[in-house]
């Protein structure tokens, strides 16, 4: 069966009627429109994701790294310099002090955290679950170039652009330190 | 030469129908949007009426009994009310609706994850009338809902969105929070899922 063939059902499937729902649905969904609406809060992103996907601390960790993403996307070497983004690495060493609080920030990111790069995202490689907070060595999360280097973000949070080769380094490193 | 004339005339008079149906939606929308941001509980009931039977159908087609399909629908507009200060582009609405509904379906996946979620025997569609003609093309349209139904999350949600649910790559990308190149590839991987596995019921 060829691609179009299968269009060409989906087409027909999407004219095939669901059974409706029971009429009582929209009259229960009315009954829950509030009296007032809450006013724009001015951060979007983060609410919806703070309301809807995941706790405040991975949100908020989530953001921080957005923004050293950013920094380095506009060219600094050490994202890091400035004192906001220096404390916020901080903030989030001191929460990662917890090991639970870290699990729970690294298992609920690492889909947040691909999709926040911006380019190829499926080839993304994350290591939230072994990597040590603040560990400068350790490979936190990388992913391909056009170029062929590799954007890396290491454990304490530091940008830099490795080679295959000094990526294949790095990670070795890491997983020695880890049998170790 | 006539002809051709004629058939540009009545596609320029089509686009520009079209234009105008889109146009007139997208003020209705803009309108729609403040009346509710004003508060106006009428307007958010009309809200209501267009989109919630498109969010229940959403639901079922992903896979979900028709009793958590209408609590999944009931949790999206709880969404929507708490959230629809912030949307400022009227015209991104149907998508942010959409991103709603899948964030909320994401999220009641990974609350159940390891318990079946998706019954096949549940989703009863309404298919039409078995007669000699249509008995290929029912059991061909029983299995595409099966496969469909049973594929990765990330492919069924493209899937859906755009073939069933009538987004374009563009919003439906948007509802999905991936990007349209993303979008793109998943549905190029959906159908592929899709031919391999027709195929071998074939």
């Known amino acids: 069966m060829d691609d179009e063939k299968v269009k060409k059902l989906l087409h027909k499937l999407r004219g095939v009627s669901i059974p409706p729902s029971r009429k009582e649905l929209a009259y229960k969904i009315k009954e829950n429109i509030p009296e007032a609406f809450p006013r724009h809060k001015g951060l979007d992103t983060i609410s919806i994701i703070i309301d809807l996907r995941i706790s405040r601390l991975a949100a908020a960790a989530v953001v921080v790294i957005t923004m050293l993403l950013f920094a380095s996307f506009l060219g600094r070497e050490n994202a890091t310099s400035d004192n906001i983004l220096e404390d916020s690495k901080m903030l989030i060493q001191y929460w990662f002090r917890d090991n639970k609080v ?6 609920d990111s690492s889909n947040l955290l691909r999709n926040l790069v911006p380019e190829n995202r499926e080839n993304v490689q994350y290591f939230g ?36 080769d000094e990526l294949l380094q ?3 490193k890491m997983l020695n330190k880890r049998v170790d | 030469m006539m002809e051709q004339k004629a058939i540009s005339k009545h596609l320029l008079k089509r686009q520009k129908v079209i234009g105008e149906h889109v ?24 809200l209501v009426d267009i989109f919630y039977m498109q969010i229940y159908a959403y639901m079922r087609r992903l896979g979900y009994s028709s009793e958590v399909s209408e609590d999944l629908t009931q949790q999206t507009f709880l969404q929507i009310w708490q959230h629809i200060g912030q949307l400022r582009n009227s015209k991104a609405l149907n998508s942010w609706i959409y991103k709603v509904a899948s964030n909320v379906s994401r999220l009641y996946l990974r609350k159940h994850k390891g318990k079946q979620t998706v019954n096949i025997e549940d989703v009863v569609l309404g298919y039409e009338k078995d007669n000699e003609e249509n008995v290929v093309l029912n059991e061909q349209l029983r299995q595409l809902n099966k496969i469909l139904i049973q594929m990765p999350v990330k492919f069924k949600e493209v899937i859906i969105i755009h073939y069933l649910q009538g987004l374009n790559i563009s919003e439906g990308s948007r509802a999905l929070g991936i990007l349209e190149g993303t979008f793109k590839s998943r549905l190029n991987r959906g159908l592929k899922i899709l031919r391999k596995e027709l195929g071998s019921g074939e």
């Not at chain 1, 870290?102 to 298992?107: A, E, G, M, T, Y």
């Not at chain 1, 072994?130 to 304490?156: H, N």
Request: glycine share 8%.
């Open chain 1, 170 to 172: 790095a990670q070795s």
């Open chain 2, 23 to 46: 146009e007139k939606e997208l003020i209705s929308y803009e309108s729609l949007l403040t009346r509710i941001r004003n508060g106006n509980r009428a307007a958010a009931a009309e």
């Open chain 1, 129 to 164: 679950q072994i990597v040590e907070p603040g560990d400068s060595e350790a490979v936190l999360m990388y992913w391909k170039m056009d170029d062929g280097r590799y954007q890396v973000i290491f454990g304490d949070l530091q940008v830099g652009t490795l080679t295959a």
């Open chain 1, 102 to 107: 870290k699990d729970n920030v690294f298992r």
